[in-house]
């Protein structure tokens, strides 16, 4: 089936995904400010579903303590979301905890807030970890943005201070570009410096 024959409720939702670092900010970034269409981000929405004082924010308190709070002294008692990300980093079973806490509430949000939009044509959701959290059904289409393991690590390096191990086995907690291409409606080309996927883009939008 050809994937613009596909909608939810006659709404076309593009499931924008990739590996960490591979670019999605940036290509995110080009279709809000060129193509005009609402953008739907998992991760901010993981944000406000761990604000203090939510259903989110009061399970992960219980799980893991107080050595959770982003400065103790702050009353407003925000989760450091740097550590909790090293935590799970470092112990699978807490890493599987948490996913089981948050994918399904951010599904659920990302459902509410598409009927929001209910009379816009197009929208797109920005899903990092789409295969892995199975998101497929939400989406009409899939979009993978190809970028090099090495352009991610390099970006990790960069951008998150990591060194090249730690880079690497941040890139292995996803499922892999191959892996995830055989789900894929389109591949955005991030590999260069040459923005193929710009023309890609264009042509789709």
Known sequence: MDILQKSKNNQR???LTGGI???KTTITNYIRKHKKIPILDADNLSRELIKPNTYGYKKILDYFGNKII??????????NRKLLRNIIFKHSESKDWLEKLLHPLIKEKMIEECSRYKNTQTLVLVIPLLFEAKF????????????PRETQK??????????EKEAYETINLQLSFEEKRKFSDIILD???????WIKTIKELL
């Open 13 to 15: 939702r593009i499931g």
């Open 21 to 23: 670092a591979s670019g």
């Open 70 to 79: 982003n400065n103790k002294n702050n009353p407003e008692r925000a989760i």
């Open 136 to 147: 497929e059904d939400i989406c009409t289409e899939i979009w993978l943005v190809k970028c």
């Open 154 to 163: 390099k970006r990790l390096m960069t951008r998150d201070k990591m060194s």
């Open 190 to 196: 991030n590999s260069d410096e040459q923005n193929k």
